[in-house]
């Protein structure tokens, strides 16, 4: 029983296990691709907005890059002021010799103008120290803009920090050279400062994510809300190289540092218009998201579970039953049977082994009661088989005193009728159903007609032809004398009053042949085929070995090509022919 008990809880288990793993693989896989998709979308999304705000930005610059170009080109179309700085005189002029254009140029958003003339006239409206700076720088800023034909250029890393104790202002500066208007000759240089806080004004946009930087094409940054950044190489700020054909490139994106940076390349500057933004800022949302996907994530491996319950449950809820129903069955309780509603949520095969299992025990049960009652019939054969050899032993003692009573007495006629009944007895007390030599069967059938011709005198005659070569062989025993029965009682006496019996046997091959031959009344076909037709009910006589039983028994013993076979016609006698193998006895 603990054997049962063992396996349904290993099925039971396996199969939750199973269907539970199947379902969490599934369930995760769907998990990762949800989370993959979802974070995938939110940073293209992410990305194709900060793109746009750095195209808003960049149209920007552009618009302040535009009004900048404008007012230098006010300065060097400005005839009146081009005189005085051009005359050959090397003097410098003072802001009250300029036109009033020029004037308004410098009340703008220009911080600082100097105009150097190659005849060594200067214009400068600056303080001190950037007077100083263009003053020291003015050959090497002459030779970056060497090469142009007069737009205006846009200085790299000329940093200073311009009256920082009254503004604190950062300023990048744009030179451009001074041509004539007639000529187009090289008249000479021109260089602004422009207050960096200008361009954040007119750059920065209200909330942008992360940090927004414009750096030139070294990487150092121009412009940021953070003003201590300025200068510096936005390599430090990242914390990885960028390469510079990132920088350069139209449009950019790349990852470094948990940073998500996004780049777009300002044609007219040379600048590059940078957004850093920090992973878990762009997934700050997200986590809200995450959080709903596992949430989502825990109730379906609690369904899961619950499935994985409720499907190992209608599969083994049936054989539950039919474990229990067998320990009934093992315990004697043939009348047990599996309860098939509990089948119906169960699987094909499972409502088939129900079925089966329930058939089996019906089966089982009306074997138990065909083999008992079989029981009871050998009990009965058993019984009624020592009361008969009970009573042949008894008869065969008693004949033996009536012998020897008929020798004293000098009667050896009626002596030797009592010894052949004797001997009839002591071969059937011996040998009811084994085999026998041929030669006993032979003397068994000659003491039985011994005993028929004393009755019947000289209506009744027989003749034996065995062949002495198969005497030694063996055979069942009574297997002729039955017929001998027959022919005597139905076939010569019961009509005719007389006849004659004929017995032969001899070797066929590896077969023994016994024929039993009478002159009686013979027989017709149908009386023929109703002896070979067993009957119920129908109780037979010569000691109950009838026709029909000895012909099963050679068939038992011997093969289904043997038996008994008769040939008669009705008025004419019968013919008997028994035939058994010779070597084929079990």
């Known amino acids: ?42 940073n293209e999304i992410n990305n194709n907005f900060i793109q746009v705000e750095l195209r808003q930005k960049n149209e920007k610059l552009n618009n302040f890059v535009k009004e900048i170009d404008n007012f230098s080109k006010t300065i060097i179309s400005d005839r009146e002021t081009l005189d005085l700085l051009f005359k050959n005189n090397n003097t410098e002029v003072s802001k009250d010799e300029i036109s009033r254009d020029m004037q308004y140029v410098l009340s703008n958003d220009i911080d600082a103008v ?30 970056e803009i060497a090469d142009t034909n007069g737009e205006m250029v846009f200085l790299d890393s000329r940093f200073i920090h311009y009256a920082a104790d009254n503004h604190g202002d950062y300023m990048f500066f744009v030179a451009r050279k001074l041509r004539s208007i007639d000529t187009f000759e090289d008249l000479g240089i021109m260089i ?112 899961a579970v619950y499935i994985s319950v409720l499907i190992s449950s209608n599969v083994t809820r049936p054989i539950r039953n039919m474990i229990f129903t067998m320990r009934k069955v093992s315990n004697g309780d043939l009348n047990a049977q599996t309860d098939l509603s509990l089948t119906r949520g169960a699987t094909e095969e499972v409502r088939e082994l129900s079925e089966v299992f329930n058939h089996m025990t019906m089966q089982l049960q009306s074997l138990l009661e065909e083999v008992y ?126 006849g004659n019996i004929t017995i032969n046997g001899f070797r066929d091959g590896e077969n023994l042949i016994f024929e039993i031959i009478d002159d009686g009344t013979g027989m017709t076909e149908k009386e023929i085929e109703e002896l070979f037709i067993k009957k119920k009910d129908v109780k037979e006589s010569h000691g109950g070995i009838g026709v029909l039983n000895v012909h099963e028994r050679i068939k038992y013993y011997y093969g289904g090509k043997y038996g008994v076979k008769i040939e008669s016609r009705k008025g004419f006698g019968t013919k008997v022919i028994v035939e058994i193998s010779l070597t084929m006895m079990h």
Not at 24 to 40: D, P
Not at 195 to 220: C, P, Q, V
């Open 192 to 303: 602004m400062a422009v207050r960096e806080s200008l361009l954040w004004k007119d750059t920065y946009m209200e909330g942008e994510k992360g940090d927004f930087y414009i750096a030139n094409s070294a990487g150092k940054i121009i412009s940021s809300k953070d003003k201590d950044r300025i200068g510096i190489n936005v390599t430090a700020e990242l914390g990885s190289s960028i390469a510079s054909e990132k920088l350069k490139s139209s449009k950019g994106h790349f990852i470094t540092n948990d940073l998500v940076v996004n780049t777009l390349y300002n044609q007219q500057t040379g600048w590059v218009l940078m957004n850093a933004v920090a992973i878990h800022e762009i997934n700050a949302n997200f986590y809200y998201i995450q959080k709903f996907i596992l949430i989502i994530g825990i109730a379906a491996i609690v369904v």
């Open 1 to 42: 029983m603990k054997k049962f008990n063992i396996e349904f809880k290993g099925l039971s288990k396996r199969i939750f296990t199973n269907f539970l793993l199947l379902i969490l693989v599934l369930l995760i896989f769907m998990e990762a691709a949800t989370y993959y998709i979802m974070q995938t979308t939110i």
């Open 373 to 498: 009652n079989e029981g009871l019939k050998e009990k009965d054969a058993e019984l009624r088989a020592l009361k008969a050899q009970i009573q042949p032993h008894f008869l065969y003692n008693t004949l033996d005193t009536v012998y020897w009573m008929l020798i004293d007495k000098n009667d050896y006629e009626i002596a030797d009728i009592v010894t052949k009944l004797g001997e009839i007895l002591r071969y059937s007390i011996k040998k009811g159903s084994t085999n026998v030599f041929v030669r006993e069967e032979v003397q068994q059938i000659k003491n039985y007609l011994f005993l028929q011709k004393a009755r019947f005198e000289d209506c009744l005659n027989y003749e034996i032809n065995i062949d002495e070569s198969i005497m030694e062989c063996e055979m069942l025993s009574f297997i002729i004398q039955p017929f001998v029965e027959n022919s005597i009682n139905h076939g010569l006496m019961q009509d005719k009053g007389y």
């Open 114 to 143: 100097f105009l150097f003339s190659n005849a060594g006239n200067t214009f400068s409206e600056s303080d001190n120290e950037l007077r100083e700076y263009f003053s020291r720088n003015i050959e090497k800023i002459k030779s």
